[in-house]
């Protein structure tokens, strides 16, 4: 396991305020047990909210046919994938297909880190999708600050049209997260500028990751 991972799940009792629920108020708290079934119902949720969220928003902002990516759901490290096995701990885009898939192993950190973890993740992926299908000169290079950006935008967006709440928390609960995942050298930035990056989107919504 990749230690950011370890000190993400040491961080847990400091993250568990911050949960997601989605519609008009049912809280999927992370706390409660049964906690598959828990991550399960989130990863459900987070899916049917964001591909809602881009497939109208996609084609006006961006002047595009939007071409949703095909979800290939939660699967198990090793499974095999268009771009490959499944790493563990992750979560992949895979632009050989289009399609976004989710490790088993890595949402079952909702167990433990909460439930906001899920929406990041699929937020995340789906903004991998988004950005193979703009014009390539918006896109950044590594792009993962900018899909990071885009997980924020959407789901700030989300939170700002009641699509989802945010309870017990706020932006500070969620930045939180990336303060435990601080990886040098990896693509995906260091915790500061993933949090900086997701409150950017958060705030402003997806145009604020294309200035
Ligand atoms: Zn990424």
């Known amino acids: 396991m990749r230690p950011f ?4 799940i040491t961080a847990a009792t400091v993250i568990t305020a911050a949960a997601f629920s989605v519609g008009d108020g049912t809280a999927i708290a992370a706390a409660d047990s049964g906690a598959s079934e828990s991550v399960a119902e989130d990863y ?5 909210v964001i591909a809602d969220y881009w497939a109208q928003q996609a084609p006006e902002m961006f002047g595009i046919d939007y ?17 490959g096995p499944m790493p563990e ?10 399609s976004v898939q989710f490790g088993s192993d890595y949402l079952e950190l909702a167990d433990s880190i909460g439930d906001v973890i899920v929406y990041d993740v699929v937020a ?10 703009v014009p390539s000169s918006l896109v950044e290079d590594p792009q993962e600050l900018q899909a990071e950006c885009l997980a ?3 789901l700030g967006d ?10 017990d928390g706020d932006l500070e609960e969620v ?14 930035g260091t915790a500061e500028q993933q949090a900086l990056a997701f409150a950017a989107g958060w705030r402003q919504g997806p145009a604020a990751c294309f200035e």
């Not at 071409?67 to 771009?83: H, K, L, N």
């Not at 701990?89 to 289009?98: E, G, K, L």
């Not at 930045?175 to 995906?188: E, I, T």
Request: net charge negative; hydrophobic share 40%.
């Open 152 to 154: 924020g935008g959407a």
């Open 67 to 83: 071409e949703p990516p095909t979800v290939r759901g939660v699967i198990d490290p090793g499974d095999a994938t268009a771009c």
């Open 124 to 133: 995340h992926e789906w903004g991998h999708a988004i950005l193979a299908q």
């Open 44 to 48: 459900h949720a987070a899916v049917d």
């Open 175 to 188: 930045v939180k997260l990336f303060r435990y995942s601080d990886a040098p050298g990896d693509a995906h």
């Open 158 to 167: 989300l939170a700002r049209d009641g699509v989802i709440v945010v309870e």
């Open 5 to 8: 991972l370890t000190s993400l």
């Open 89 to 98: 701990m992750n979560a992949i885009y895979c632009p050989r297909d289009h």
